[in-house]
C-alpha cells in the first residue's frame, strides 16, 4: 500500500493543496483584514513556488545518463529543493515576521474574524492530508517514533521538502486559528500580529532545519549505517566472498545511491569464477537495497597477508 505513494503524488498533492490555500487565504486576508490571513496567503505562495521548483526539479532529476552525467541527473532534485528551502526561510517567514511586527505596534480590528477562522481550520486539514501523504512516503513501515532520525537519514529530499511544506501549512493554520481564537475572547487585536510574528518564526525553524539536510547531501553523503550494514550482508551471503574490507556510499538524488565495495576473495579463483561472483554480488546488493542504483565491486585483500 505504501509503495502507492510516489514521489510525483506528494508533489503534485501538495501542489494542489498550496493553489487552493492562496486562492482561500487571499479572499479571506481581504475581507477580514488580518495579518495573520496575510502570512497564510505568504506561506501558500512560498509553498506554491517551492512545490513548483519541486516538479521541475523532479522531472529533470528523471533524465537519462548521458556523457557529460554518467551517473544521471539524480542530483538536481538537490539544487531545486534548496531554491525551494531559500524561499522558505527569506521570504515566507522574514515577511511574516516583518508584517506582524507592524501589526503588532499598530493594532487594527479585525473583520469577519469567524470566517477566518473556518478558513484556517479548512486550510488545516487540507494541509493535513498532504502532510499525511508525505509522511506515508517517508516513513513506511517503521515505527513512528524513529521519524527525526528517519527523516535526517533519508535521501528522499522531494518527499522531505514537501513534508516540511505540508507540515509548515498546518502548523501555521493551527497557530493562527488560536491567535485568532483568543482574539475574540479578548479583543486585543495585538494577536493578530503576534500570531503572524510566532508562524514567522517557526517557519524560519522549519526551513532552516530542511537546509542543513539539504547542504549534508550536496556536499556528499553516505548511506546510513543500516544501509551499509545491509550492503556488507549481502555480499557476504556470496559464496566465495571471505570479507569486505571497506565499503564507500554516495547518495546521487532521490533512492539512488552509489556503492563502491572493496572485497576480498577466496584464493585460487580465475578470472571467469571472479566475474560471476562479482555479478552476484551486485545481484544480490540491488536485491537486498533498491536504492543501489551503481554498485563497484574492486578486488583487494588484507594489508597483512
Same mark, same amino acid.
Given at each position: 500500500?505504501?509503495?502507492?505513494?510516489? &514521489?510525483?503524488?506528494?508533489?503534485?498533492?501538495?501542489?494542489?493543496?498550496?493553489?487552493? *490555500?492562496?486562492?482561500?487565504?487571499?479572499?479571506? #486576508?481581504? $475581507?477580514?483584514?488580518?495579518?495573520?490571513?496575510?502570512?497564510?496567503?505568504?506561506?501558500?505562495? @512560498? *509553498?506554491?513556488?517551492?512545490?513548483?521548483?519541486?516538479?521541475?526539479?523532479?522531472?529533470?532529476?528523471?533524465?537519462?545518463?548521458?556523457?557529460?552525467?554518467?551517473?544521471?541527473?539524480?542530483?538536481?532534485?538537490?539544487?531545486?529543493?534548496?531554491?525551494?528551502?531559500?524561499?522558505? =526561510?527569506?521570504?515566507?517567514?522574514?515577511?511574516? =515576521?516583518?508584517?506582524?511586527?507592524?501589526?503588532?505596534?499598530?493594532?487594527?480590528?479585525?473583520?469577519?474574524?469567524?470566517?477566518?477562522?473556518?478558513? $484556517?481550520?479548512?486550510?488545516?486539514?487540507?494541509?493535513?492530508? #498532504?502532510?499525511?501523504?508525505?509522511?506515508?512516503?517517508?516513513?513506511?513501515?517503521?515505527?513512528?517514533?524513529?521519524?527525526?532520525?528517519?527523516?535526517?537519514?533519508? @535521501?528522499?529530499?522531494?518527499?522531505?521538502?514537501?513534508?516540511?511544506? *505540508?507540515?509548515?501549512?498546518?502548523?501555521? &493554520?493551527?497557530?493562527?486559528?488560536?491567535?485568532?481564537?483568543?482574539?475574540?475572547?479578548?479583543?486585543?487585536?495585538?494577536?493578530?500580529?503576534?500570531?503572524?510574528?510566532?508562524?514567522?518564526?517557526?517557519? #524560519?525553524?522549519? #526551513? =532552516? =532545519?530542511?537546509?542543513?539536510?539539504?547542504?549534508?547531501?550536496?556536499?556528499?553523503?553516505?548511506?546510513? $549505517?543500516?544501509?551499509?550494514?545491509?550492503?556488507?550482508?549481502?555480499?557476504?551471503?556470496?559464496?566465495?566472498?571471505?570479507?569486505?574490507?571497506?565499503?564507500?556510499?554516495?547518495? %546521487?538524488?532521490?533512492?539512488?545511491?552509489?556503492?563502491?565495495?572493496?572485497?576480498?576473495?577466496?584464493?585460487?579463483?580465475?578470472?571467469?569464477?571472479?566475474?560471476?561472483?562479482?555479478?552476484?554480488?551486485?545481484?544480490?546488493?540491488?536485491?537486498?537495497?533498491? @536504492?543501489?542504483?551503481?554498485?563497484?565491486?574492486? %578486488?583487494?585483500?588484507?594489508?597483512?597477508?
Amino acid at each position: 500500500m505504501d509503495q502507492k505513494v510516489t &514521489s510525483k503524488k506528494v508533489i503534485f498533492t501538495s501542489f494542489v493543496v498550496d493553489i487552493l *490555500d492562496v486562492i482561500l487565504n487571499f479572499s479571506i #486576508a481581504i $475581507l477580514s483584514g488580518s495579518v495573520i490571513m496575510l502570512t497564510q496567503v505568504l506561506e501558500g505562495v @512560498s *509553498d506554491l513556488a517551492s512545490s513548483g521548483f519541486l516538479l521541475v526539479g523532479f522531472a529533470r532529476s528523471r533524465h537519462k545518463e548521458d556523457k557529460m552525467h554518467p551517473f544521471g541527473y539524480g542530483t538536481e532534485i538537490y539544487f531545486w529543493s534548496l531554491l525551494s528551502a531559500l524561499v522558505m =526561510f527569506g521570504l515566507t517567514s522574514t515577511l511574516s =515576521f516583518y508584517f506582524g511586527w507592524q501589526r503588532f505596534f499598530h493594532p487594527q480590528p479585525i473583520k469577519d474574524v469567524n470566517i477566518a477562522i473556518i478558513i $484556517l481550520i479548512i486550510t488545516f486539514f487540507t494541509n493535513g492530508y #498532504a502532510l499525511f501523504l508525505s509522511y506515508r512516503r517517508l516513513i513506511k513501515r517503521r515505527p513512528i517514533k524513529h521519524i527525526l532520525r528517519i527523516f535526517y537519514r533519508s @535521501s528522499l529530499i522531494e518527499t522531505k521538502t514537501t513534508f516540511t511544506l *505540508d507540515l509548515m501549512g498546518v502548523s501555521a &493554520s493551527f497557530l493562527g486559528s488560536i491567535a485568532l481564537g483568543i482574539y475574540i475572547f479578548t479583543g486585543d487585536a495585538r494577536l493578530d500580529g503576534l500570531g503572524a510574528m510566532i508562524i514567522g518564526i517557526v517557519l #524560519a525553524f522549519f #526551513a =532552516f =532545519f530542511l537546509i542543513l539536510g539539504i547542504r549534508e547531501l550536496l556536499i556528499g553523503k553516505r548511506a546510513s $549505517l543500516e544501509t551499509e550494514s545491509k550492503i556488507k550482508n549481502a555480499a557476504l551471503e556470496i559464496d566465495g566472498v571471505k570479507d569486505i574490507l571497506d565499503i564507500k556510499t554516495l547518495h %546521487l538524488g532521490s533512492e539512488k545511491l552509489l556503492v563502491n565495495l572493496f572485497v576480498h576473495m577466496r584464493s585460487r579463483l580465475g578470472t571467469r569464477e571472479l566475474e560471476k561472483l562479482t555479478d552476484k554480488i551486485k545481484d544480490r546488493i540491488a536485491l537486498e537495497v533498491p @536504492s543501489a542504483k551503481y554498485i563497484q565491486v574492486e %578486488l583487494d585483500t588484507p594489508r597483512n597477508s
